[in-house]
């Protein structure tokens, strides 16, 4: 419960650090978008996402190539955002750019992929390639717009 309550947080604050750069004294080169791949669903095609009013509040409205995704066996490649402590993570945030601060959010939900995993992943800097079932969250309550669930690495 405390995970779901610490991303719903996270994503709530997230218009407040819209602006994604390298932090001072780093080089900016670093901090660039993966370069798309053909074997994993590129960031753009995640990015397909618009809020709409539905009575009192927003929800995601997805693009027919998102809508497309849900419930399939997918490969995804990002940055992992740990959701708790330990050299090892079985439940963490994959996302498209890497974080520049332990405070800061590397982008909006549609940056952002929730991970469970088969197995404990070890944390790294480094990209990630997953592989797992990709479910598009139309009205969840945490915020998030995507999950990869039974999540193994890959190269």
């Known amino acids: 419960m405390k995970t779901i309550a610490l991303l719903a947080a996270m994503l709530l604050a997230l218009p407040a650090f819209a602006q994604h750069q390298a932090p001072p004294g780093m080089d900016p080169n670093q901090?660039?978008?993966?370069p798309d791949r053909n074997?994993?669903?590129?960031?753009?095609?995640?990015s397909q996402v618009e809020l709409v009013k539905q009575k009192d509040?927003?929800?995601?409205?997805?693009?027919?190539?998102v809508a497309a995704l849900d419930n399939k066996d997918v490969k995804v490649q990002g940055f992992m955002m740990p959701l708790q402590m330990g050299d090892k993570q079985s439940h963490f945030v994959l996302t498209a750019m890497p974080q520049t601060c332990s405070f800061c959010m590397p982008g909006g939900p549609e940056t952002m992929v929730e991970v469970k995993t088969k197995a404990p992943v070890?944390?790294?800097?480094?990209?990630?390639?997953l592989s797992g079932k990709l479910a598009v969250l139309k009205d969840d309550p945490t915020g998030v717009f995507?999950?990869?669930?039974?999540?193994?690495q890959s190269k």
């Open 57 to 65: 509040r927003y929800v995601p409205k997805f693009a027919p190539a």
């Open 39 to 46: 074997d994993v669903v590129s960031w753009n095609v995640f």
């Open 122 to 129: 070890k944390y790294t800097f480094e990209p990630l390639v």
């Open 31 to 34: 901090f660039k978008p993966l």
């Open 146 to 152: 995507y999950r990869l669930t039974d999540a193994v």
